[in-house]
C-alpha cells in the first residue's frame, strides 16, 4: 500500500516522535509513505484568519506536488490533515474558487484537480486499510494491564470525519483494545485542548488542559495517547504550567498513539521517540509491561 | 431545514459576510437556537456568543460586532458546525469575521492578530514554520513578560530536541512566494 505522506512542520522537529514513530510503525505494517517532494507548511489556523484565497493557494500547493501515480495523502498532525481536507471539499463545492486557486498555482506553473487527491489521517488508514487481524498479528508485547485514555481533540473528528462519530469516536479506543491495552471511558475525548489560546489568554488555554487531565485521572488512566501534534504540546510542555496555576499535581504522561502501537509491536523504544516527552513515559510502560521484557 | 429565517435586506453587514465567506449565505438560516454557545468550550468567555454575534450580523451592527472577543476566543474546535442543526459554518464565519477586523484593525484586546501575521510572515519567507522564530518574534514585541515564564518550559523543549534553533527552508520557495503574490492580487475569494 503507498500513500504519498505530508508530515507537516510539527513533526520535523518538536513532535518529531511522532513522525519517527509514525514512519516505524508503517513500515513494519508494510504501509509505504512516500513524502510529499518540498511541501510547505499548512498555514495552521493562521493564514484563514488573514486572507482566505492564500490560505487555499498556499495549502493546495501541497495537494498539487503528490505524484500523479498517487491517489491519497496521509497527514499525522490533525491541523494538516483538515486543511489539505477543507481545500480539496472547498474546491470540489465551488468550481469558481476552485479556478482561483487554480490560478495562484499556475503562477507556480502547479494545477490541482479538486478531487484527485483523498485525505486520509493515519489512524483511519491503520484501522481501516490494514484493519484488526493484521494489528493483531504483529503484537508481541500486549498492553495488558495499561491504562490508556483515548484523546482524539477536535479537528480529526470534525467537521470532515464521516467515518467515525464526532464527539464520542471509537476507532483510537478499538485499536487499543486490538493490542491488549485497557482503553479507559474519557468522556472528554473529542473535545478541545485550546490550539493556540495557550499563546493568547493562558487562562482560558489552562483551564481546557486541566479538563482532559483531570477527566483522565477520575478514569486512573495511566497515560493519555494523543494524535495531534498541538494536543500533545499542550497537554505535555504545559502541564506543570497548569499545575501552579491551578494548584494541581498531575504527572500524566502524554505521548502519540503510533509509539503505544510500536511498544505493542516490540519496536525499539528509542527508535519511536520515547524520551522526548517531558512528563517522561518510560517509568510507568516499565512498571505496567512485564513479559515479555521491553526492548529499551 | 428551514429556509431563511434571518432578515435579509436591511443588514449590509450580513451581505458583506455572505460575500466574504464560502458557504457564508447559510447564516440566514440560523434559527437562533443558541446551539453553538453552549457548546462553545470558550463560550462562557465570549462576550457575544455565535448565536448573538448573528443576531447582530443581521441588525447591522457591525461596529460592535468587529470589536468584539467572541472570534479570538474561537479555537476552531467546530463542535458548534457539528452540531448546528442548519449546518451554517460558523467556525468559517468567524475566521471571516477575523479577517475583516484585521483588515480595518478593528480588533480589541487581542494579540492573536499579531500571532497570526508572526506566523505567517515567517512561512512566506521559508515555507515552513519555525517555533522558536515565532515565539521569540511574537513574545518579544507582544508579550514580553510572559516570555520570561516561557524560559523553563523552552529549556526543557530544547534539552529533549523538539526545538530547532534554525529554521527550515523549501527548496523551491520562489514557486510558493509567486503563488503566495499572485493570491494578493487577486485579492480574497469573492467572484
Keep these: ?296 | 431545514m428551514v429556509g431563511t429565517t434571518l432578515e435579509l435586506r436591511g443588514s449590509p453587514f450580513l451581505h458583506e459576510i455572505i460575500q466574504e465567506v464560502p458557504g457564508g449565505e447559510r447564516i440566514v438560516r440560523c434559527l437562533q437556537c443558541g446551539t453553538c454557545g453552549g457548546s462553545c468550550p470558550n463560550g462562557a468567555d465570549m462576550q457575544y456568543t455565535p448565536r448573538t454575534i448573528f443576531a447582530m450580523i443581521a441588525a447591522n451592527e457591525r461596529e460592535k460586532v468587529l470589536k468584539a472577543n467572541t472570534m479570538w476566543f474561537c479555537v476552531s474546535c467546530y463542535f458548534c458546525v457539528s452540531r448546528c442543526p442548519q449546518k451554517i459554518p460558523i467556525t468559517d464565519i468567524m475566521y471571516g469575521l477575523k479577517r475583516i477586523a484585521i483588515r480595518e484593525r478593528a480588533y480589541q484586546d487581542t494579540d492573536a492578530p499579531a500571532l497570526a501575521k508572526t506566523f505567517t510572515d515567517l512561512l512566506d519567507k521559508y515555507g515552513r514554520s519555525f517555533e522558536l522564530g515565532l515565539a521569540s518574534r511574537y513574545y518579544l514585541f507582544n508579550r514580553p513578560v510572559a516570555m520570561l515564564k516561557m524560559g523553563p518550559m523552552g529549556l526543557s523543549m530544547f534539552t529533549r530536541g523538539r526545538m530547532s534553533l534554525v529554521p527550515t527552508k523549501i527548496k523551491n520557495i520562489e514557486q510558493l512566494q509567486s503563488i503566495i503574490r499572485k493570491a494578493r492580487e487577486l485579492g480574497g475569494t469573492r467572484p
Excluded at chain 1, 28 to 36: A, S, V, W, Y
Aim: charged share 20%; proline share 5%.
Design chain 1, 1 to 296: 500500500m503507498k500513500y504519498a505522506y505530508y508530515p507537516g512542520c510539527s513533526l520535523e522537529c518538536s513532535s518529531a516522535a511522532y513522525d519517527m514513530s509514525v514512519r516505524a510503525v508503517a513500515d513494519l505494517l508494510g504501509i509505504e509513505l512516500r513524502e510529499i517532494d518540498d511541501w510547505n507548511c499548512c498555514g495552521a489556523t493562521e493564514y484563514f484568519s488573514q486572507d482566505e484565497l492564500t490560505a487555499c493557494a498556499v495549502i493546495a500547493r501541497n495537494l498539487a506536488l503528490v505524484e500523479p501515480q498517487l491517489d491519497q495523502v496521509v497527514a499525522p498532525c490533525a491541523a494538516c490533515y483538515l486543511n489539505l481536507k477543507k481545500v480539496d471539499n472547498l474546491m470540489q463545492e465551488n468550481p469558481a474558487l476552485a479556478d482561483k486557486i487554480n490560478q495562484c498555482l499556475a503562477a507556480g506553473r502547479l494545477h490541482y484537480d479538486a478531487g484527485r487527491v483523498r485525505v486520509r489521517h493515519l489512524l483511519d488508514l491503520i484501522h481501516t486499510d490494514i484493519g484488526e487481524e493484521a494489528i493483531k498479528d504483529k503484537v508481541v508485547q500486549p498492553l495488558t494491564g495499561l491504562r490508556v485514555a483515548c484523546y482524539y481533540g477536535c479537528q480529526i473528528v470534525r467537521p470532515y470525519n464521516g467515518s467515525d462519530n464526532p464527539e464520542q469516536p471509537v476507532k483510537l479506543d478499538q485499536l487499543m483494545t486490538w493490542v491488549g491495552a485497557e482503553v479507559v471511558d474519557f468522556p472528554v475525548k473529542a473535545h478541545c485542548c485550546g490550539g493556540h489560546m495557550t499563546q493568547i489568554s493562558e487562562p482560558q488555554a489552562f483551564e481546557l488542559i486541566r479538563r482532559l487531565l483531570h477527566n483522565a485521572q477520575e478514569y486512573r488512566a495511566d497515560l493519555i495517547l494523543c494524535m495531534c501534534p498541538m494536543c500533545q504540546l499542550n497537554l505535555d510542555a504545559y502541564q506543570n504550567r497548569v499545575n501552579s496555576f491551578f494548584g494541581t499535581n498531575y504527572q500524566i504522561p502524554i505521548i502519540f498513539f503510533t509509539q503505544l502501537l510500536g511498544v505493542a509491536f516490540g519496536l525499539d523504544w528509542k527508535k519511536l521517540g520515547f524520551g522526548k516527552e517531558i512528563v517522561a513515559a518510560e517509568p510507568v510502560l516499565r512498571k505496567k509491561l512485564t513479559a515479555p521484557a521491553a526492548t529499551a
